[in-house]
């Protein structure tokens, strides 16, 4: 007859007989740890599992330790004996309070400690602040001048659908999007419209977005990038450093910052919702493994609501994220890669892969379904993008499958990891035979991903730039955090390795796969900054505590007292002994130790402090540059010129602003890109005005006008203001608009033909006064006669023009329209 089983005695009760038996033993606490390895292998065990002599395992019987079940053994309370091992102190009944706390810490951030409260506040208006530093340059005088040269792009678009619809429940914007925003970045030309609807529809509507979108997206990132952290350290304090070092990465707050419209703000937004969803569910398996059997716990995750709640988190940021930017695809490829090394070590912990990956899998399911959804009946995005995470889905299935069976077998699980590389492998060869044009076009777009040079800009280089001697770029980039995140992230690969850590090893994953892509080009090293703030978080917060100024955090903590799991973690829980709680941050106790708290925030945070302006910075447009945009726009209006007559050909990087406000026409930079600088280089400004053929209206060029090789169109439009001199003669087709140092604007005009009817092979002056920009500008041509008398000379400025001692007055309409105006 089978014994009855005895019930889970008092976790509270274990956890002391288990501290005694620690402190007793030779090699206690090693014995404890193979105790609940053993008993997380199997559901019950005999003494035949358990690789100790019967000496030691009559005494872990004797204290209790074990209970007997069905002629088996199982560890009377795997909660209790976790407890001893971390020296927490557990309460009577503590295994109800557990399961609350962990539903508190897990799902809802509703019970709070206020002070904690009050430094994530702090901390997402640091964040705010530093992401407000362009403002000025951005609201200039009814101008909303978004920094950067792509965000042009996305409020064209946003522009163009506000122009098309009719309001905020027009969903045909959504179903029948215009091809150029349905191929690449549809969601984010859909988000950005609604917003733009929601406010009302109009142009001022429209600039806010622009300009308030990124940042309150970057606030909701920060609350993102706090949780995320509390779920996988349980400490709140990490929580708060790493939105402070989010905040203070360099290269995330250029693309984040006020005025800068992105795709990136939507695809930050969505990455951190995955990466949320992703931890609550690794997290919310292993603290109910801790305390349970393994069968047991993966029973209970899959009945906690929330679980699904979180799947279907999952489900939705996964494709939203692909669909909101043109290397969609590239975000499966960490959830992929992942799901697999997940189940791996599942398996390895004698887990069911297919129950604790059951709500996982489900979202990978519903992604898949919404991809299909999004593509195939709205016509979002490339093929590619609403097949694959299908096959992700599919592939989700048979790695939990496989998993499922090699736990059961109990094979070696390096052999399930080689097995899982060679399915990827095989799966993509099948995708190649079955989509051949999905697969070339997958190929085209990873090419230009990786291996492109985009005219020369700074954010297709790489993180690691030789000539920044490697290791200074990340830090320009992203602050010395990188370094102090490095060694973290060395920790964090090691214990997922070594240990049941699937929210370590989700952070490892998705930091090393970012690392690599940021490898090739320094753009991704903002996707990177995400999960990397969360491991600079703890280790700042270790650095604090090896300077004895906060506690140990939790993960590196040997012994210390037990920590409650809202957000008020990081304080000790001080129920058990009625004490006042520690504090999580010790107060400087005297100068010394306020002096090194100091040293250490002005190491950390200085570099940051430095490069986050000037990076900035270095995307704001200047005075001079907004002056120009003003000064061509109010000739454009007082010509009554339109499109293609008011083009802007400018340096590449500037193109799509220029455009943007003087014709709306801020699509591509394409023509600028491949025009300007062969213009600039040009010896005949004046040959290029039958060139440009109607295309170009006006000309801006930038830069040092002290240093400009002589001959050179650019020589003698921005530093000889089409005037002529040193060699060259007063050009015919450019009329200066606006004159600064640092950028010079002129309108491309036929000009008026001034004639006469002179003396044969005379030579004579045709000169007049062009006030612009408070400079005087003489325009003087000297022009002989041909052999019948006659002259004829073109000129690019109206007024009043000294032909041989008589006067001619030349009208705007002359210049604009090529008239001929001839001297009495």
């Not at 998705?510 to 690392?515: A, N, P, Q, R």
């Amino acid at each position: 007859m089978a014994d009855d089983p005895e019930p889970e005695r008092d976790p509270a009760v274990v956890a002391d007989a288990a501290a005694a038996f620690r402190d007793d033993a030779d090699d206690g606490e090693a014995i404890l740890e193979t105790l609940l390895e053993v008993d997380a292998e199997h559901e019950t065990w005999t003494f035949d599992d358990l690789p100790l002599d019967s000496g030691t395992f009559g005494e872990l019987v004797s204290r209790d330790l074990v209970a007997k079940t069905d002629g088996e053994y199982r560890v009377a309370s795997r909660e209790g004996v976790r407890a001893a091992l971390e020296g927490r102190e557990l309460s009577a009944d503590s295994s109800e309070g557990e399961d609350e706390s962990l539903s508190v810490s897990l799902s809802s951030p509703i019970a709070f400690d206020p002070r904690a409260a009050g430094a994530l506040a702090g901390a997402l208006v640091f964040l705010v602040a530093m992401r407000l530093l362009n403002v000025r340059s951005v609201f200039r005088e009814g101008r909303v001048v978004s920094p950067g040269n792509d965000p042009y792009y996305y409020r064209y678009w946003m522009s163009e659908l506000l122009a098309e619809s009719n309001g905020l429940t027009d969903w045909s914007i959504l179903t029948e999007m215009p091809a150029g925003a349905v191929g690449r970045r549809p969601l984010t030309h859909a988000a950005n419209w609604w917003f733009a609807e929601l406010l009302g529809g109009d142009q001022w509507a429209a600039d806010m977005v622009a300009a308030w979108l990124p940042v309150v997206a970057t606030l909701a990132l920060g609350v993102l990038v706090y949780w995320l952290a509390v779920v996988v350290t349980d400490d709140v304090r990490v929580g708060v450093a790493s939105v402070v070092l989010l905040a203070l990465a360099p290269v995330h707050a250029v693309y984040s910052g006020v005025g800068f419209l992105e795709h990136r703000l939507h695809q930050y937004f969505w990455l951190g919702v995955t990466l949320l969803a992703l931890a609550w569910l690794a997290v919310d398996v292993q603290r109910r493994r801790d305390r349970l059997e393994p069968r047991a716990a993966a029973r209970e995750h899959l009945a906690c609501p929330w679980a699904w709640v979180a799947a279907l988190a999952l489900g939705v940021a996964l494709p939203l994220s692909a669909f909101a930017w043109g290397g969609s695809i590239l975000l499966f490829v960490p959830a992929a890669g992942y799901v697999a090394l997940k189940v791996a070590i599942d398996a390895r912990d004698g887990l069911s892969p297919g129950l604790a990956n059951a709500p996982l899998v489900a979202g990978l399911v519903v992604s898949a379904l919404l991809s299909a959804f999004l593509h195939f009946r709205w016509g979002w995005h490339e093929s590619f993008t609403g097949i694959l995470p299908a096959v992700v889905a599919v592939g989700a299935l048979a790695v939990v499958g496989l998993g499922e069976a090699w736990r059961r077998v109990d094979w070696p699980i390096g052999g399930l990891v080689g097995l899982e590389a060679v399915l990827a492998a095989a799966g993509l060869v099948a995708f190649r035979s079955v989509r051949p044009e999905d697969w070339a076009r997958l190929w085209e777009r990873a090419d230009d991903l990786f291996f492109r040079e985009h005219f020369g800009a700074t954010e297709t280089g790489s993180l690691f730039a030789t000539k920044n001697s490697v290791v200074l770029e990340p830090l320009a980039q992203l602050g010395l955090n990188f370094y102090i995140a490095l060694a973290v992230l060395g920790w964090a690969c090691w214990i997922a390795y070594r240990r049941y850590e699937p929210g370590w090893l989700l952070l490892s994953i998705y930091t090393v796969f970012w690392l690599v892509l940021a490898a090739f080009q320094v753009r991704f090293a903002a996707q990177l900054a995400i999960p990397l703030s969360v491991l600079g978080g703890l280790g700042l917060v270790y650095l604090l505590a090896w300077i004895d100024l906060a506690r140990v955090p939790r993960r590196f903590r040997e012994s210390d007292e037990a920590e409650p799991r809202g957000l008020g973690a990081g304080r000790r829980d001080a129920a058990a002994d009625g004490g006042e709680p520690e504090p999580s941050v010790v107060v400087p106790r005297d100068w010394r130790q306020l002096a090194t708290l100091a040293w250490v925030a002005l190491l950390i945070c200085g570099l940051s402090l430095l490069f986050v302006p000037s990076l900035s910075a270095q995307t704001a447009y200047s005075d001079a540059e907004v002056a120009a945009v003003d000064a061509i726009d109010e000739h454009a209006t007082q010509v009554d010129r339109e499109y293609p007559d008011t083009f802007v050909l400018s340096q590449w990087g500037d193109n799509r602003m220029y455009n943007y406000f003087v014709n709306g026409e801020s699509q591509s930079y394409g023509y600028a890109a491949n025009t300007y600088d062969e213009f600039l280089a040009a010896e005949e400004p004046d040959s290029w005005y039958d060139r440009f053929d109607g295309r170009v209206g006006y000309v801006v060029i930038t830069g040092d006008r002290e240093e400009i090789p002589a001959g050179t169109a650019m020589n003698q439009l921005h530093g000889e203001l089409g005037a002529g001199g040193n060699g060259t003669d007063p050009l015919e087709h450019y009329q200066v608009l606006h004159v600064d140092d640092e950028a010079t604007a002129f309108a491309v005009v036929p000009g008026a033909n001034v004639t006469a009817e002179l003396e044969p092979e005379e030579t004579v002056t045709v000169e007049t006064e062009h006030e612009v920009s408070g400079e005087t500008i003489v325009y003087e041509r000297e022009v002989t006669t041909d052999e019948d008398g006659s002259l004829a000379v073109t000129v690019p400025y109206p007024g009043e023009y000294s032909v041989d001692g008589e006067t001619l007055e030349v009208s705007e309409e002359d210049v604009e329209n090529g008239e001929t105006v001839t001297v009495e």
